[in-house]
């Protein structure tokens, strides 16, 4: 499973202030993984995740900044971006009207910035249909015999059987996936941890916490 996720690293908020252009905050971060999400920019700061066409929370100061939408190409998640101010740019410059929004773009709202990364789970699903009858490339059974999950790495996209991940050492399941040790493809090796990808530098990574939008539904 992928959630798409925005850390934020810079910040304009009074109780936030970066002193220098390399300093970063402690991550905040805010998911989503709905086909289609609204973001909302609070006035502290952090961008919160709602379901489309949602009101501002109640006594506060919220400004609508996008529209992102989930579609699957081919197996791997892809987002979309229509922006909703006038104000916000993605990688210094403003969106199209529909825009991809990529992992590893800076996402920015006036002097306020967050690093655009994946948040992916190894979590078993049913092999998509166009994947469904080709054969694993480990133990060679299709992909729709057993659960399946699909290497995090950009541009791998390999998919292996994960029937139970709460019991690697079973030999009566098809946990292709742990036994390999590693991608046959990209060579990343094989983990049960959940992963940003793109991995967000090493000074985002000593503080993150909990996401702080909740998860609306699965793509």
């Known amino acids: 499973m992928r959630e798409l996720a925005f850390l934020c ?34 006035r502290d700061g ?19 900044v996008a529209t992102v939408w989930y579609a699957a190409d081919a197996g791997h998640p892809v987002w979309y971006l229509v ?13 199209l009207p529909l825009a991809r929004l990529e992992p590893g773009c800076l996402f920015s709202l006036g002097r306020t910035a967050w690093f655009v ?8 699903q049913s092999a998509p249909p166009e994947v469904a009858d080709k054969p694993c490339p480990l133990c060679g059974a299709p992909l729709s015999a057993a659960p399946v999950v699909q290497c995090p790495s950009p541009g ?16 009566d399941t098809l946990n292709c996936y742990l036994t390999s040790g590693q991608c046959g493809d990209c060579h990343r090796t094989t983990s049960l941890e959940p992963l940003w990808v793109p991995e967000p530098h090493d000074k985002l990574t000593t503080e993150i916490v ?3 939008g909740a998860p609306l539904m699965q793509p």
């Open 117 to 124: 990364s994946t948040l992916w789970r190894p979590v078993p």
């Open 83 to 95: 922006s909703r101010s006038s104000r916000l740019a993605v990688n210094g410059s403003l969106p």
């Open 156 to 171: 791998c996209g390999r998919w292996m059987h994960l029937e139970r991940p709460e019991d690697p050492d079973s030999q």
């Open 9 to 42: 690293v810079v910040s304009e908020s009074p109780q936030r202030v970066c002193a220098g252009s390399d300093a970063v905050l402690p991550v905040k971060s805010a998911t989503v993984c709905s086909q289609s999400s609204e973001l909302w920019a609070t």
């Open 210 to 212: 909990e996401t702080a």
């Open 46 to 64: 952090r961008l919160r995740v709602t379901p489309l066409s949602s009101a501002p929370m109640a006594d506060t100061d919220e400004t609508l």
